[in-house]
């Protein structure tokens, strides 16, 4: 649907400079897990199949396609093995934003800075032709967000993001369930979100989990949050709920809100580490062209 | 002691005042509005401050604090305001010269828990008030002055100096008091060229502390001290005192004693009291005395023969002096004059020393008079050993250290003579109230011949003829000379009659008991507190030992004069004398001082020195010690802690 909307060409230097976009062309998106595209892509797939590249051995089973049977090696050791091949495929790429009203704050806003990695890594995407689909946790659970493939897709996508609109309460699990619903293949999720959900983050990863996918958590805090400069009596007013906290601001209330901060931050890592997934932390302080280039690649996720 | 409040404001300025606390409680109530902070999520605020809900309490009393705070400030500037002072005593002057009467009076409990405890609390509360600059001393004085401090700006000092000042049993006088401060009020004195180089030092102020039981200075010179009398006591105190106390025995029976006491009332009401009279320490008889307002009365007690006892008599019933209620005699057999006669030969003389009575009363021994020249005599004359000596028609060349009789002879000793010999010279007149002459009858007496005699200043002529005195008696130093101005015997004639006729032996008598040192005994059988008491005590040895009534042992050794001259008799009771191990005599010394007794206050609480008369004053200087300045200091204590807490937020 996004494909037949009109482009922004102003919109590319919202998000991305050309300069970066020179950078990115040379990055791609990698997975640590074997995904089976639904169309051949110039991507090695990780799934051993018909194909000119090898890439392993494995015990015969009764079944097997005896046309991969290694002759040459049953002729030396007598027992079969199976000759696997590495299947070129495209890779699924989603990124699920949070476009709550909780996002809107910093400098640049969290979601302005979201919405930047949403569109460096679509763009790395795009450029290595994997499919790249942009959702929401506020998006209608019947609503698929659209899907993107090729370089000349990057308008519609920086579009889209371009169009996104903070709003709305957090609500991670049931916006992780309705991706989930809607998507049920594989491939590399990238949540991008404050995970500042009163509910707690740890049912809606828990979704994530059966879905198999290989899961990048990135939680975006404003600097505001990570060291906040308050003073005084203030009533606090949630952005998203109206809930209200009366609070005398002190050094050691300021002490004790950066340890809790901290053992958030702390428990969703342990809680995505145990489970296979990939936390990282960004504060809208940090550079974001440093954040793909340095933090990802750490981690893995692009090369 | 209650403040007084002073307005410092005026009615209108304490309206707005008034309006501050609620000002402040209502603008608090006001700043409890918090101001709204929209935030991303209050998610991590909310976990942030759950442990923090358990001291919610904390939170609620700090949010509190500050507001009580402020009104504690408001309070303490409004106190300010109403400037409290106190009344207080200022020291006014840098030298102070504290005296403290501990006079026998200054034991009086009519002020709790005695009036020399209210001088030195009186005293030390001043010495809390002196700036570190002063300097003072401290006297203290009963019938002498005692420097028991000398100038020091030391508290501590002058603290410990005030504190061991005990109370005595003597009589006041302010005067040495006086004198001494006005000799340590400017130790420098100086010579008028000093005088004129150096600055004048400040002019000391001297404080007297005193019941004022002292009788007026007359000391002009002491008038130009800056004094100041601070009385110490009331008027409505009342006190029983004895004022005589004396054991005599009965004329009639010697074997008999009697106890005489006067008491009296020293106060403004009608008084009982019960009287009660000790033998050795126990109750041996007891009377009741019923006294008016300022009245007086005696009692009197008989007693059997007692060779020797310590009487005690006792006011039993209470009063504000304790000092004055006891009295003592001592009961000793009596002493026995040492006398020496020198005659060639005079029976009645020697029959009139040797009657019953003169035994008793002397130890006579009878020497020729070639007696004179022997180096004995001139040892025994010289070294005072005996108590009278008696020439009969010879004289020595030097005068003994004794008392003297002379018959027929006149002493070496400057202003004596006599004119030539009359014939039959008229008795015409005796002094009749000179001890030596009582009971003397001289009606038919009669001198064949006699010089008229011509005596030292100050002398008595106790039998005056028609032709001049034929006996007197005149001082020398410490002894007295009687002078025969005719001859008893006159060698191979009777020069009078007098031996032979009845008032000879009574004569010999008085001149034995009066010269013989028994009325002098008398005399000091009882003395003051502080008074010298000078013992004649029959005893071979230079030394005595006197023990005080509390036990202390003095040693004292004998004079030129023959006797013991004892001053320790700072304290009331029995004080004994021993010659080594024996108990020779035994004195009294009583207070028989009606100035102490009457331990009311004098009536206008005024003394007069010289003549400048020194009204009493409660203390030094009355001054209001204000207190607004502590108050504004305590407000600004607070609004540093206020400050402290509302910008640490210590307890949040």
Not at chain 1, 107 to 135: M, N, Q, W
Not at chain 1, 182 to 198: A, M, Q
Not at chain 2, 186 to 198: C, I, K, L, R, V
Request: glycine fraction near 6%; aromatic fraction near 8%; charged fraction near 25%.
């Amino acid at each position: 649907m996004s494909s037949a909307s009109p482009v922004d060409p102003s919109a590319e230097l919202s998000l991305l400079s050309p300069e970066f976009l020179a950078r990115l062309e040379q990055l791609e998106l990698v997975t640590r897990k074997i995904f089976r595209g639904r169309m051949k892509g110039e991507r090695r797939s990780k799934r051993k199949g018909q194909s000119v590249e090898f890439a392993d051995f494995r015990n015969y089973v009764a079944g097997d396609d005896l046309r991969f049977i290694d002759w040459n090696t049953y002729a030396r050791l007598d027992r079969m093995f199976l000759k696997m091949f590495l299947e070129e495929e495209d890779l699924h790429f989603y990124m699920l934003l949070d476009t709550s009203a909780s996002m809107d704050f910093g400098a640049p806003s969290k979601l302005d800075y979201a919405k930047r990695v949403a569109a460096a890594l679509g763009f790395i995407g795009l450029t290595h032709s994997d499919r790249i689909r942009v959702e929401t946790f506020s998006q209608p659970a019947g609503q698929r967000g659209p899907v993107w493939r090729g370089r000349a897709s990057l308008w519609r996508l920086l579009d889209y993001l371009n169009k996104l609109e903070p709003g709305g309460a957090t609500d991670l699990a049931t916006g992780v369930r309705n991706f989930c619903l809607r998507n049920p293949g594989k491939g590399i999720l990238v949540i991008v979100s404050d995970l500042l959900d009163k509910a707690g983050y740890e049912r809606a990863l828990r979704l994530l989990v059966a879905q198999q996918m290989d899961v990048y958590v990135i939680q975006i805090l404003a600097a505001e949050e990570l060291k906040p400069d308050l003073k005084g009596d203030l009533q606090l007013v949630d952005s998203e709920d109206d809930d209200r906290a009366e609070l005398t601001i002190s050094a050691p209330l300021l002490k004790r809100y950066e340890q809790t901060l901290a053992a958030f931050v702390a428990g969703v890592r342990d809680y995505c580490t145990r489970r296979g997934m990939t936390h990282l932390l960004a504060s809208t302080e940090q550079p974001f062209e440093q954040l793909i280039t340095g933090y990802l690649r750490q981690r893995g996720l692009v090369r | 002691m209650w403040p007084e409040w002073t307005s410092m404001l005026s009615w209108w300025q304490w309206t707005i005042l008034a309006l501050v606390p609620p000002a402040i409680v209502a603008l608090y109530f006001l700043k409890l509005k918090r101001q709204p902070l929209v935030v991303p999520s209050t998610y991590l605020w909310h976990r942030a401050i759950e442990d923090l809900h358990v001291n919610s309490f904390w939170q609620r009393l700090r949010r509190s604090i500050l507001l009580l705070l402020q009104l504690l400030l408001v309070a303490l500037v409004i106190l300010a305001l109403f400037s409290p002072s106190w009344r207080g005593t200022q020291l006014v002057g840098d030298r102070f010269i504290f005296l403290i009467d501990n006079s026998a009076s200054m034991s009086a409990t009519d002020v709790a828990p005695s009036r020399l405890e209210e001088a030195k609390r009186q005293v030390l509360a001043l010495v809390e008030q002196m700036k570190s600059t002063d300097v003072a001393l401290v006297i203290s004085f009963a019938d002498t002055p005692h420097l028991v401090q000398p100038f020091t700006s030391n508290r501590q000092e002058l603290r410990e100096s005030v504190a061991a000042i005990r109370p005595t049993q003597q009589t006041t006088s302010l005067s040495g008091a006086l004198r001494l401060a006005a000799g340590l009020a400017n130790p420098g004195g100086g010579t008028d060229s000093e005088a004129t180089d150096a600055p004048k030092p400040a002019l000391a102020q001297v404080l007297i502390f005193s019941d004022g039981k002292f009788p007026d200075i007359t000391d002009s010179a002491l008038s130009g001290l800056a004094t100041t009398f601070i009385p110490i006591g009331g008027r409505s105190a009342h006190n029983l005192a004895v004022s005589a106390f004396q054991v005599t025995r009965q004329e009639e029976n010697a074997e008999r004693l009697q106890a005489f006491a006067r008491i009296e009332n020293f106060g403004a009401e009608r008084a009982q009291a019960s009287i009660g009279l000790y033998l050795n320490g126990e109750l041996i008889d007891a009377d009741q005395i019923d006294l008016a307002a300022d009245g007086e009365g005696g009692v009197e007690f008989n007693l059997e023969d007692l060779a020797s006892a310590d009487l005690e008599l006792r006011i039993e019933t209470a009063d504000d002096l304790a000092a004055d209620n006891r009295a003592w005699s001592p009961l000793d057999p009596p002493r026995r004059a040492r006398v020496l006669c020198m005659t060639s030969g005079d029976q009645p003389l020697e029959l009139a020393l040797r009657t019953e009575r003169a035994r008793e009363l002397a130890e006579v021994t009878v020497q020729p008079p070639s007696y004179l020249e022997t180096a004995e005599y001139r040892s025994r004359a010289a070294g005072g050993e005996y108590d009278l000596m008696i020439y009969d028609r010879c004289a020595p060349r030097e005068m003994p250290q004794a008392n003297t009789w002379w018959i027929g002879r006149l002493p070496p000793a400057p202003g004596w003579s006599a004119a030539e010999k009359v014939d039959v010279p008229q008795l015409i007149d005796l002094e009749r109230t000179h001890p030596l002459m009582q009971f003397v009858e001289m009606g038919e007496v009669l001198f064949r011949e006699g010089a008229p005699l011509t005596a030292p200043p100050g002398a008595v002529s106790l039998i005056d003829s028609d032709r001049g005195p034929l006996l007197m008696i005149a001082p020398r130093e410490a002894y007295q000379d009687v002078v025969t101005g005719f001859e008893l015997m006159g060698g191979e004639r009777i020069g009078t009659n007098w031996p032979l006729r009845p008032s000879f032996p009574v004569f010999v008598l008085n001149l034995l008991e009066y010269l013989g040192g028994r009325a002098e005994d008398a005399a000091s059988l009882a003395v003051r507190p502080g008074q010298v008491v000078s013992l004649r005590v029959n005893t071979a040895g230079n030394q005595v030992e006197v023990v005080s009534p509390s036990g202390g042992r003095t040693k004292v050794r004998r004079n030129s004069r023959n006797t013991f001259d004892f001053a320790g008799t700072a304290e009331q009771g029995l004080y004994k004398v021993f010659a080594g191990e024996q108990l020779v005599r035994r004195f009294a010394v009583n207070l028989f001082d009606a100035a102490e007794s009457d331990i009311r206050s004098r009536p206008d609480d005024a003394i007069r020195i010289g003549q400048t008369k020194v009204e009493g004053s409660t203390g030094p200087q009355p001054v209001r010690q204000s207190g607004w300045r502590f108050l504004l200091l305590a407000a600004l204590a607070v609004l540093l802690v206020e400050w402290y807490i509302y910008n640490r937020r210590v307890y949040l």
